[in-house]
């Protein structure tokens, strides 16, 4: 971690004064002293009482745009740290808050810079993740004490300036500063007392086929959500154009390891098959937007461009190729556990280890060509669900819709049309962290889907993630319908930035 020189920690100073957060006085004696490490600046400032772990936070947070979270005034359950291994947690600096709402939510120092070390933990609990900043000092010491609180069997730790008995409760600062004008009509949050005052705005429905415009009663009320159904027909997205063809069964390998690439190549045209070959993700889903689509894909799951779950969940999510085979093949993602994820998760038909026998290659590949797992979910019973719970939604009960749009997911979870209307009864119940995930789901199966990334933008500035609100926007800038729609994320990106 580089030193702050004098003019940087004058800087950061300057702001803070600005903020009401120090004191001229305190800033001249930091300054006075030998140039330190960020963190250590910050420490300084809370050891010297010229400034507080929560003003500190609150300015980390408008700075990295995620919400903050003071450890020092939070109280939290220590279920969730079982998700995440101690080594893991210590060696990447990163404590497990809650899993409210299937979501994981972490604490970090530095949300920008934990990427890749966000990706194992994705993949390793399958959950969504929430980043929260939380000072570097404070952070590593909160993350020993509740791994060493959970190894004595206590439930809940809590923070230095929290009482004893106190229930659990985390002290989250919002990323967005008070003094701007909240966009989307969204309500101002009153970070201190954590109350929302504001209008409640109609959700509005569109009709299904042979449907009224509205039914009976079709309005729910959100505080300050401005919520829409837009397109979500089933038409299939350009990037993956498959056909159905006679012949040869044709294979796909996709992988960036040239020796693999070769020797899957030759194995496999001895068999008789017709063999194609991508050497990244970005090639792989080139050659999938091709007639004639492949009958399986061998896929490796680290790819340049383009990561190989992301492909798989793709072909899955994709009406033309959904009966594609896919074998993902990974030397990083070990152990039964990895594979079950993959399958579930991602809709992978086999998974296979590196490095791997070809003879055992060869038998998977010829077992999942034989038996054709991969077929069309049953739409029937999908459509139906979907339908029940599109009208229950309209007609405003909200756990109804709920109830039938889950069922719709666990038959087809590649539906961008179900996850979004999920989200939809999700939102209408205050279930606000299962709908951003829902809306997410949504637009990874359609990036372009512009109602969900605005609705996915509102709820994200809902609950102080500015970031994530403002990346929602952009890409909801790039999918309007029309330059009014334009017009209007341009200003809320205006209002946010």
């Known amino acids: 971690m580089s030193e702050l020189e004098t003019d940087t920690r004058a800087e950061v100073g300057k702001l803070l004064v600005e903020r009401g957060a120090l004191s001229e006085e305190a800033l001249a004696r930091a300054l006075a002293q030998p140039p330190v490490p960020e963190s250590r600046f910050f420490e300084q400032l809370i050891d010297s009482g010229d400034a507080s772990e929560g003003a500190l936070v609150a300015f980390l947070a408008e700075r990295s745009g995620f919400p903050g979270v003071d450890l020092s005034q939070s109280a939290f359950l220590l279920a969730p740290l079982d998700l995440i291994p101690r080594p893991v947690a210590e060696g990447d600096q990163i404590?497990?808050?809650?899993?409210?709402?299937?979501?994981?939510?972490?604490?970090?120092?530095?949300?920008?810079?934990?990427?890749?070390?966000?990706?194992?933990?994705?993949?390793?609990?399958?959950?969504?993740?929430?980043?929260?900043?939380?000072?570097?000092?404070?952070?590593?010491?909160?993350?020993?004490?509740?791994?060493?609180?959970?190894?004595?069997?206590?439930?809940?730790w809590r923070g230095p300036a929290v009482a004893p008995d106190a229930p659990a409760r985390l002290s989250i600062l919002s990323s967005t500063p008070p003094v701007e004008p909240p966009p989307f009509d969204l309500p101002a949050h009153d970070v201190?007392?954590?109350?929302?005052?504001?209008?409640?705005?109609?959700?509005?429905?569109?009709?299904?086929?042979?449907?009224?415009?509205?039914?009976?009663?079709?309005?729910?009320?959100?505080?300050?959500?401005?919520?829409?159904?837009?397109?979500?027909?089933?038409?299939?997205?350009?990037?993956?154009?498959?056909?159905?063809?006679?012949?040869?069964?044709?294979?796909?390998?996709?992988?960036?390891?040239?020796?693999?690439?070769?020797?899957?190549?030759?194995?496999?045209?001895?068999?008789?098959?017709?063999?194609?070959?991508?050497?990244?993700?970005?090639?792989?889903?080139?050659?999938?937007?091709?007639?004639?689509?492949?009958?399986?894909?061998?896929?490796?799951?680290?790819?340049?461009?383009?990561?190989?779950?992301?492909?798989?969940?793709?072909?899955?999510?994709?009406?033309s190729l959904r009966a594609v085979q896919v074998i993902m093949m990974s030397a990083v993602y070990r152990g039964w556990r990895f594979a079950q994820d993959v399958k579930e998760s991602y809709g992978a038909d086999d998974f296979v280890e590196k490095p791997f026998h070809l003879a055992d290659l060869l038998r998977r590949v010829d077992e999942r060509l034989a038996e054709g797992k991969s077929q069309p979910p049953p739409q029937q019973a999908t459509e139906k669900l979907y339908r029940a719970g599109v009208e229950a939604l309209g007609a405003g009960d909200a756990a109804a819709s709920r109830t039938a749009l889950e069922a719709a997911a666990r038959i087809d979870p590649f539906s961008p049309r179900v996850q979004f209307a999920l989200a939809q009864a999700l939102v209408a119940q205050g279930d606000v962290y299962r709908a951003i995930s829902a809306y997410e789901r949504a637009v990874e199966l359609r990036p372009k889907l512009f109602a969900a990334l605005k609705n996915l933008a509102a709820l994200y500035l809902e609950k102080g993630f500015r970031k994530k609100a403002s990346e929602a926007l952009e890409r909801a800038f790039a999918s309007a319908p029309d330059p009014k729609a334009r017009a209007e994320i341009r200003a809320q990106l205006d209002r946010l930035v």
């Open 192 to 319: 201190a007392n954590d109350t929302i005052e504001s209008t409640p705005i109609e959700l509005v429905v569109e009709p299904l086929a042979g449907k009224p415009a509205r039914a009976p009663g079709a309005t729910l009320s959100r505080p300050g959500i401005e919520i829409e159904i837009g397109d979500t027909s089933e038409t299939e997205p350009e990037e993956l154009i498959g056909s159905v063809r006679t012949g040869p069964k044709r294979i796909l390998v996709v992988d960036d390891e040239p020796d693999i690439i070769r020797l899957c190549t030759r194995a496999l045209q001895i068999k008789g098959y017709l063999v194609e070959s991508a050497g990244d993700g970005a090639q792989a889903e080139a050659r999938l937007a091709k007639a004639p689509a492949p009958d399986l894909v061998l896929l490796d799951a680290m790819l340049p461009h383009v990561h190989g779950f992301e492909i798989c969940q793709r072909i899955k999510a994709n009406k």
């Open 95 to 156: 404590l497990p808050l809650s899993a409210e709402g299937g979501r994981l939510h972490l604490a970090v120092s530095a949300p920008s810079a934990a990427n890749e070390s966000l990706d194992e933990v994705r993949f390793i609990t399958g959950m969504e993740i929430s980043l929260y900043v939380a000072l570097p000092g404070p952070l590593e010491r909160s993350i020993l004490a509740a791994f060493d609180a959970r190894e004595r069997g206590e439930p809940v």
